[in-house]
C-alpha cells in the first residue's frame, strides 16, 4: 500500500521489515525459562505459540519448524523484555494476553477482583503464570518500529487470541466471549447507601 506520507523505498522497506519479522516469528518456539533470558530491552513483536491441544477450538496457523504449535497470539512491544517479563507474566491488569487466558481457562476457577479495572488475585496471577510457563512457548523479532508492521502480520497470520486488526471473519466468538466473561466477573463495590 502507498499513502501520501511513504514514499516507494518507505514500503519497499516495510514489506522486507515484515518479511524477516515474519521469518523469525516463524522460527523455533522457545519455552519460557529460555525466552526470558534472551529477551532484548529493544523494541519489536512477539508471538506465543501452543500445542493444538491446548485450545482444541481455537485453530492456529502451525509453526514452520515445530508443526506441533500453532500460532495463539501476536503483539508489539517498545521494550520485548518488559512487555513480556512485567506484563504477560505478571500483571492481569495490563495484559490482554493474560485476561484472555484467563477467561478462556474460567474451567479452571481462576478468580479476579475489582481495583481500577479486572483483575486476577495475587495467587491466580501466580497461578496463571506458572500455566503459560508450562503451556505456552514464544517466539520474537526485534524492529524498530513494530507498530508499522503488526497489523500486516496480524492480518497475514490471524492469530486466534487476537481480536484487534483482525479480519472480522477471523475473529474467534470464544474469544470474544472468554474475553467478555472475564470483564464481567468482577464489579467496582457499589456505594453505600
Known amino acids: 500500500m502507498n ?8 514500503v519497499r522497506t516495510n514489506e522486507a521489515r515484515t518479511a524477516e519479522a515474519l521469518r523469525l516469528l516463524s522460527g523455533t518456539p522457545v519455552g ?15 508471538a506465543w505459540w501452543a500445542a493444538p491441544s491446548t485450545f482444541p477450538e481455537l485453530p492456529g496457523p ?3 519448524h515445530v508443526p506441533s504449535l500453532r500460532l495463539l497470539y501476536l503483539g508489539r512491544a517498545t521494550s520485548l523484555r518488559g512487555r513480556i517479563l512485567r506484563t504477560h507474566l505478571r500483571r492481569s491488569g495490563s495484559s490482554t494476553l493474560r485476561r484472555t487466558l484467563a477467561g478462556l481457562l474460567a474451567s479452571e476457577g481462576y478468580r479476579t477482583t475489582w481495583t481500577n479495572r479486572v483483575v486476577l488475585v495475587p495467587e491466580d496471577e501466580a497461578r496463571l503464570t506458572a500455566w503459560m510457563y508450562a ?4 517466539t520474537w523479532a526485534e524492529d524498530a518500529e513494530p507498530a508499522a508492521i503488526e497489523a500486516e502480520l496480524v492480518r497475514r497470520l490471524h492469530p486466534p487470541l487476537n481480536v484487534h486488526g483482525v479480519d472480522p471473519e477471523h475473529v474467534q466468538a470464544a474469544v470474544v466471549a472468554a474475553k467478555n466473561a472475564y470483564n464481567t466477573s468482577s464489579r467496582p463495590a457499589e456505594p453505600a447507601p
Open 62 to 64: 502451525p509453526n514452520g
Open 135 to 138: 503451556h505456552l512457548r514464544l
Open 32 to 46: 519460557l525459562d529460555v525466552a526470558v533470558k534472551g529477551l532484548s530491552r529493544g523494541s519489536g513483536v512477539y
Open 3 to 10: 499513502t501520501p506520507e511513504m514514499r516507494p523505498d518507505d
